[in-house]
């Protein structure tokens, strides 16, 4: 299968800033597709921890919010920013609402769940997928691995 870049493809912050991947180029990135009243929510606490302990060795965690399974990320950009920050204490990038599944799929979603290596429709919140410091996609974890897993962690600190 054909290497996808995936570093050019614009996606929103938040706040509504316009970035890439490109903005993090060297580093690893673990992007999640998050959602506040899942039964995964409790999966930011991991994330943040994550985050936290390997950000200065070059891991970036980034929540992309996504209300495409069972309604369950209702909320707003600033609401969803306002729930993870008092809830959960995320300090790590967070990105605006996208959709993750269907027509109207994030072209960065759809690269990664079509065009790459890793083919596969995602199944629900928390989905994780680990981009190396070269912005290529190597692994994609399921929403019930646990960001914390030996499984995530080990995968993260081999790129590290």
Not at 131 to 150: A, T
Request: glycine share 8%; proline share 4%.
């Amino acid at each position: 299968m054909e290497t996808i870049d995936l570093a050019n493809i614009p996606f929103e912050t938040i706040t509504g800033d316009t970035t890439s991947l490109a903005d993090y180029k060297g580093k690893v990135i673990l992007i999640v597709n998050v959602a506040s009243e899942c039964g995964n929510t409790k999966q930011y606490a991991g994330l943040e921890k994550l985050y936290e302990q390997y950000k200065d060795s070059g891991l970036v965690v980034m929540g992309f919010p996504a209300n495409n399974f069972g309604g369950q990320e209702p909320g707003t950009n600033k609401e969803i920013l306002q729930f993870c920050t008092s809830k959960y204490a995320v300090t790590f990038p967070m990105m605006a609402k996208v959709s993750v599944k269907g027509d109207d799929e994030h072209p960065l979603f759809v690269a990664m769940t079509q065009k790459s290596s890793m083919p596969g429709d995602i199944k629900w919140n928390f989905e994780k997928f680990l981009i190396n410091r070269d912005g290529q996609l190597v692994q994609r974890f399921g929403n019930k691995v646990l960001p914390e897993s030996k499984e995530v962690v080990g995968a993260i600190e081999t790129l590290l």
